[in-house]
């Protein structure tokens, strides 16, 4: 099958929301209160849909203090009515599908405008772009190498433009990222993990790998990098060398946000100074199989560029978040590609959110699958 777009399924369901609340007595209520609903909240504004929204808070977390403009989910369950509409404003498509389910005699207009939201903003998965660079998303297709890669491009590229989300949920969602069964069969002596966060994912892959040699971990913010020490000791975890710095396409200090949790990273409003480095200048043993992961915020294919040495050289197995940015898809697998040539990978697309994020591409050396 082609890569094509679909119709925008969150135009459609704006309109039916202004045609809901074009009712005098039409009420606005957004479940949720976080950053993610106030950004839906923007969005609807930015579409003309101008009442203030009554927001709604699960009972376990609503407090009396709220204020007028805040209900408990049970009081909404309560007041909905025929000529109300209810945006689900927490980032978790799979809790939707079962409110959705739940509630489904109650809340007669409940609805899910979902986006790729990065560090707490909707990235803009412009339409217009897309079909502007169509040609190029189309090479990357052309270079995966099964049926559910291309399924997966294909439906992910449609629920971050169009907001249809339901083949990608249903028929590509997978759980394990990065060490799972693309990667199972892979020689992997050394870990390099970028984005190491609180070394979750380095307990993965000692779980894949446990005959590893050596751990290499870049996590710049020192919360994390303290939640990695700790579970060093906890797990008795062997052979760790953590830098507290990001990896990047050259050695410079850049400013960050520090967050202290996964989405924290490179920002020129960031109120941290960073060092970031080249993973080509790390001294790595030419006998040894190397895995290189990146989940960095943004910045993977800066860092790439970083690792274009180490990649000729030593053709390592690597997993890349491509979703932080509409041009992932299009730059950083060709960039790889590029930097080998044909029949050095496969390469392979795998989704494993509950939301917009967690999609990644896979680059296997030829003949370890």
Request: aromatic residues 12%; glycine residues 8%.
């Amino acid at each position: 099958m082609k890569l094509q777009l679909v119709n925008d399924l969150r135009e459609t369901k704006v309109k039916e929301i202004k045609d809901i609340l074009s009712d005098p007595s039409g009420r606005l209520f957004i479940w949720g209160k976080g950053v993610y609903a106030r950004v839906l909240a923007g969005y609807l504004g930015d579409k003309g849909i101008t009442k203030e929204p009554v927001w709604v808070v699960d009972d376990a977390y609503y407090k009396e203090t709220e204020g007028d403009d805040t209900i408990s989910l049970s009081r909404l369950l309560k007041i909905c009515g025929e000529k109300d509409a209810v945006v689900y404003g927490i980032y978790d498509y799979a809790a939707f599908r079962i409110m959705k389910e739940k509630y489904s005699g109650i809340l007669k207009h409940f609805y899910d405008l979902h986006f790729v939201v990065v560090n707490d903003r909707i990235v803009d998965w412009n339409r217009d772009y897309v079909e502007e660079h169509l040609s190029l998303y189309r090479k990357t297709y052309e270079l995966l190498g099964d049926e559910l890669s291309r399924i997966t491009m294909r439906s992910y590229i449609n629920a971050a433009v169009a907001g249809s989300f339901d083949e990608l949920y249903d028929e590509c969602h997978e759980d394990a990222a990065y060490f799972n069964e693309l990667t199972e069969g892979t020689k992997a002596g050394i870990l390099i993990d970028c984005g190491a966060y609180d070394g979750d994912s380095i307990h993965d892959f000692i779980s894949v790998f446990p005959a590893y040699d050596s751990i290499i971990a870049f996590e710049p913010d020192k919360k994390n990098v303290a939640k990695i020490h700790e579970r060093e000791k906890r797990e008795g975890i062997k052979s760790l060398t953590v830098y507290d710095k990001g990896v990047y396409s050259e050695t410079k200090t850049l400013f960050f946000e520090e967050e202290g949790k996964s989405s924290s990273h490179l920002s020129e409003l960031g109120t941290s100074r960073i060092d970031v480095m080249k993973i080509d200048d790390l001294d790595l043993p030419a006998d040894k199989n190397l895995f290189i992961k990146m989940d960095i915020e943004g910045s993977e294919l800066n860092a790439l560029k970083g690792a274009a040495e180490t990649i000729k050289k030593y053709h390592p197995c690597l997993s890349i978040c491509v979703y932080h940015k509409q041009e992932d898809l299009i730059e950083i697998p060709p960039f790889i590609n590029s930097l080998v040539g044909g029949g050095v990978y496969e390469y392979y697309l795998r989704y494993h959110g509950t939301d917009l994020a967690e999609l990644v591409f896979y680059a296997i050396p030829g003949g370890e699958r």
